[in-house]
């Protein structure tokens, strides 16, 4: 099955300053990569995703890369923000499977 | 769109009984819902696949007679957590599959925070 790893484990950035989060994954099966935002005591919120057919996608001020030939992708959120403060989480999956989620990633941006 | 709903949001019960939490996509069919369960700080656990019509598919570990899943429609899927006891307590959250041409995408419902006492 896939395995997904992701670091760092804890992440603490100034107000402003960029953060990256990176994941690999084992399946080469995989062509689909969420990142999903989560508050503490909520709900996963998805905030971007990519998909095998595409090396890069941003959204204002996140944005994702991914590398099919080393398996790893990563998120990086630009001009941090205090509401930026939270876990977040990378999957993989393929068409009809399961997510298989990383380990998480605690951001605090540091005002 | 793609909003998942949980209810109840947190329930509070003694050991021994059994708790139901629902799971509804509200402007989508699901014809597969997933049921995690989550503990502090930590990542979603997988816990069982649930799909519309048939048995879920149970990760392994997971307790299936004690852990008991419906999906009895596209839009509803529930969980019973029968007789509880405390370390069942926990964080359980549902997300839906939203089938595209590409790749799917889950949407995940508030969660529920169950504490057995």
């Known amino acids: 099955g896939e395995n997904v790893e992701q670091h760092p484990s804890t992440l603490s950035v100034q107000e402003g300053d960029s953060a990256v989060i990176k994941c690999t994954y084992s399946d080469s099966a995989s062509n689909y990569f969420p990142w999903y935002k989560q508050e503490l005591g909520k709900r996963p919120q998805l905030i971007i995703d990519?998909?095998?057919?595409?090396g890069e996608k941003k959204d204002q001020r996140i944005a994702v890369t991914l590398n099919k030939t080393a398996k790893h992708f990563s998120l990086h959120i630009t001009e941090t923000q205090p509401e930026d403060s939270a876990v977040y989480f990378c999957a993989a999956s393929s068409p009809g499977n399961q997510f298989y989620f990383g380990t998480g990633t605690s951001l605090t941006v540091i005002p | 769109g793609a909003v998942v709903s949980q209810h109840p949001s947190w329930v509070i019960c003694k050991s021994g009984t059994s708790v139901k939490i629902e799971c509804r996509s509200l402007?989508?069919?699901?014809?597969?819902m997933f049921w995690y369960r989550q503990f502090p700080k930590q990542s979603l656990m997988l816990m069982a696949t649930?799909?519309?019509?048939?048995?879920?598919?149970?990760e392994q570990g997971v307790e299936k007679d004690k852990f008991l899943i419906n999906h009895a429609s596209l839009t509803l899927s529930t969980l019973t957590v029968t007789s509880a006891h405390p370390e069942d307590s926990s964080f359980y959250i549902c997300?839906?599959?939203?089938?595209?041409?590409?790749?799917?995408?889950?949407?995940f419902g508030p969660g529920t925070r169950l504490t057995v006492l």
């Open positions: 402007d989508f069919q699901a014809t597969t």
């Open positions: 997300s839906a599959r939203l089938a595209g041409g590409w790749a799917d995408t889950q949407y």
């Open positions: 649930s799909n519309e019509g048939s048995k879920a598919t149970y």
């Open positions: 990519i998909r095998s057919n595409v």
